[in-house]
């Protein structure tokens, strides 16, 4: 079993000395460690912490005020109290050169038992207190990491929920909800600063004879393909929602130049047309859509939200009309 009281060490190049050290200590409630000599206690140091270092003064090669110095020299020693066990304690001299060498107090030889305990005593409970200061300390920086990682974790699992109550749960686009917030905000901004801009229905010509065709699967890929051509052909200010089914919403900021946007309309058109690789059920399958594209453009006096997306689903419906696989505008609004 490991002995957990905190050490003393007793440093005295005289064996009786020692011995009676340990008598009077015997019961003191530390665990003791004797030295005879200077070196051999800085290497004692060197393995153990000790609560309290009992210093002789006047040992042979090395004396306490030379181990003292040594000890201070070193970081993580230079804190432990030294009590230097003296017969010079009455030598203000002496007495000054251990101070500065590191002591934190001085016991006259011969040792006075009742004395001795006493200051032992106090220096101990020193040590029990700063440990379990250490430990609290510790327990607390542990709770607060905890508290930390809990928090982040919060935080995480709380911007997923948010991600995932405003976005499409199969192609990560914005759903409904965020495109018609996006919305409100594109109209707040042209009504601030004055820049136009535009939105675009778009829905996809022949998703069903793919679902039906190949199944789900291939249909969800498909709408995947969709979503992923649509994100990377528009800017970043640009939204790209999905409205569900084979609906998409794009809100084309900066649409002043007309010509412009309609030929970035066209070009979406025709990226999404291009052939769909896709897994299937026995094997990659090629899908071959289209898109049919409704624009409305925002003026200030266009009534509402609702008013702009009714018109480019009347954009979108006369493009259906006309064939399907191309975009055209909403005259009447952008008059």
Known sequence: MNDTRPKLLVVDDTRANLVAMRHLLGNCGAELVEATSGNEALALCLEHAFALILLDVNMPDMDGFE???LLGEAEHLRDTPIIFVTAAYADDVNRLKGYRSGAVDYIAKPVNDTILRSKVRVFLDLYSARMQLQQALGELSERNRQLQDEIAERMRIEAQVRHQATHDTLTGLPNRALFHERLRDAIARSAAHGHGFALAMLDIDGFKAVNDTYGHPVGDALLKAIASRLRGHVRADDTVARL?????ALILEDAADLPLLLQ????????????YPLPGPSGEVVARVSASIGIALWRP??????????????ALYEAKRAGKNRCLLDMAHAA
């Open 67 to 69: 181990v003292a110095t």
């Open 244 to 248: 569900g089914g084979d609906e998409f």
């Open 301 to 314: 006096d266009t009534p509402s939200d609702e008013a702009l997306i009714q018109a480019a689903d009347r």
């Open 264 to 275: 970035r309309c066209q070009q979406l058109c025709d990226m999404l047309a291009l052939p």
